[in-house]
């Protein structure tokens, strides 16, 4: 998402790439936080996106922390499986909250609960029987 610095009109890009598609999802990823102009963003005459240096600063170190959550669901998910890692994340109801300044500490409690239930099948067969959710593992 390119994006104009009010204070040095320079133009910068935010990028953050969706490792499943490879595709860049940056404006959905800001447009999700609410509506651009309540976040800091807005349209200029030209067309372009424009924010202050401040809003562009945060939202780099927000991919930059959102990345590498990414990464570390990857690892886990080639790891462990796909399906498997999902399946876990729901059971955990391991999901972030609408709060993105909550989200760096909301990530790293996300991979340190996923490991946690990954590494203990009881842990997750638990979940699975308390919820009555057949254990179809060996298909």
Not at 77 to 85: D, I, L, Q
Request: charged fraction near 35%; include cysteine; hydrophobic fraction near 30%.
């Amino acid at each position: 998402m390119d994006v104009i610095i009010d204070e040095t009109g320079k133009m910068e890009t935010l990028l953050i790439f969706d490792r499943r598609t490879g595709c860049d999802w940056s404006y959905d990823l800001i447009g999700g936080a609410g509506p651009f102009s309540s976040i800091g963003f807005y349209r200029g005459e030209d067309g372009e996106f424009h924010t202050n240096q401040e809003t562009f600063e945060w939202w780099e170190q927000y991919i930059d922390m959102y990345s590498k959550f990414e990464d570390e669901l990857m690892e886990l998910r080639e790891k462990y499986g796909s399906s498997e890692v999902d399946e876990a994340m729901c059971l955990g109801h391991l999901f972030l909250s609408n709060d993105y300044d909550s989200h760096d500490a909301e990530t790293k409690l996300c991979i340190e609960t996923l490991k946690e239930m990954l590494e203990d099948d009881k842990q997750l067969a638990d979940i699975r029987k308390s919820l009555h959710i057949d254990d179809d593992s060996d298909d």
